[in-house]
């Protein structure tokens, strides 16, 4: 496995970090690359953290709650603390999704393209609240 295959195309690494800057920041290669091979690594070692705990109990899955403990254990908690939180928001938001879902007979194709915005937007307030646990981390 090359190391462009492990780790997390740059060109998302540098759409997130235009996303934070300000819009007339520049971003050097450099830094794309740097921040593409730390990001890579942190994901890498609380999924590994998470793994692990998953094969003790026998599992198969890594879940969202798999994480969270992983953050946890590695002494991470601002990301624990906002990991945590978006969980119970997902979790409420899909709790409304399957109610309203139950009740509606709308096509097929027009729930999945509900459920991939859903998740499009699900991943956006991720990165959010993460963003919101790392910089309180560093005060």
């Known amino acids: 496995m090359t190391d462009e ?3 997390l ?3 998302n690494v540098g759409r997130l ?3 934070i800057l300000p819009s007339n920041a520049k971003i050097s290669k450099e830094a794309k690359q740097t921040v593409q091979e730390c990001a ?3 994901i890498s070692f609380v999924t590994c953290e998470a793994s692990e705990k998953c094969h003790r109990e026998n599992r198969k899955t890594v879940n969202g709650d798999d994480i ?7 002494g991470l908690d601002n990301y624990a603390d906002a ?10 938001a899909e709790r ?3 109610e309203h879902n139950k009740g509606s007979n709308d096509s097929g194709n027009e729930k ?13 307030k991720f990165i959010r609240v993460v963003e919101k646990g790392s910089s309180s981390s560093a005060r």
């Open 5 to 7: 295959d492990r780790l």
């Open 9 to 11: 195309p740059i060109a």
């Open 17 to 19: 970090m235009k996303q």
């Open 40 to 42: 890579t690594e942190f």
């Open 68 to 74: 969270w403990w992983a953050l946890s254990t590695l």
């Open 83 to 92: 990991v945590g939180r978006h969980l119970h928001k997902y979790r409420e």
């Open 96 to 98: 409304e999704r399957t």
């Open 112 to 124: 999945e393209t509900n459920t991939r915005s859903d998740v499009q937007n699900q991943s956006t």
